[in-house]
């Protein structure tokens, strides 16, 4: 895919949004209920955003699910997200095959457990030639360690290290930077993700948190979207002569 930005002053559809789920154990603590009940929330959160992504007609859905940072989280809660995104991976693939979406996980899977590495390779292999969707999975996943890891493969190689060679060895160097980044939750920053690709992207910060994301968080965020003017480091276009 290429990645030539937009026509300059103009804001069609973004090609690739990445979100920040944001808000599952608050979502769930202000119900009365524990953490991992807001994690099962949010995957049918999950479910309605890509089906909405897939029909607005969005090439590449990018969705943080686990950072490498939340491998710090108690043990329990850890054992318990790795479980659910087998189970919602076995439950979830018949349907995005059927409906056209190629899967793709990115990280450090070392802390994977091999079931887990093994069904996750099933599922991008079987999913390989979907050209409707492509859904982005960062599981284990840190700006800085992608950056990091482009860069020891440059070394390993004698290559010199610039930032053409670094953008090649990135996980993500087969889809174009995201436009868009939607963070639920209410909070203010990004957290480590893809650091590299979100030199230009234009970020929308919601209160909404993650369970209670639907289609209508994707229309809010493409309408404020639509009203930004992409310039990359350029000038204003000049308004037109009224004369």
Known sequence: MSRNPPTMGQSPLPRHVAIIMDGNGR?????GKLRPAGHIEGVKAVRRIVKASRDLGIEV???????QENWKRP????????????????????????????LRV?????GLSDALRARIDEAQRLTDANTTLTLVVAVGYGGQWDIAQAAQKLAARGEALNAEAIEREL????????????????EYRISNF???????TELYFTDLLWPDADIQLL???LAWYAGRERRYGNVPAPAPDAG
């Open 75 to 102: 043990p329990l809660e850890v054992r318990l997200l790795m479980e659910l995104l087998m189970s919602t991976l076995e439950r979830e693939l018949p349907d995005l095959h059927k409906n056209g979406v190629r």
């Open 106 to 110: 990115i990280g450090e899977h070392d």
């Open 27 to 31: 979502w769930a603590q202000s119900r």
């Open 61 to 67: 859905l990018t969705l943080f699910a686990f950072s």
């Open 219 to 221: 229309r809010d965020a």
């Open 194 to 200: 893809m650091l590299w690709q979100l030199a230009y």
């Open 171 to 186: 996980v993500t160097h087969e889809w174009p930077h995201p436009d868009l980044l939607i963070r639920t939750g209410g």
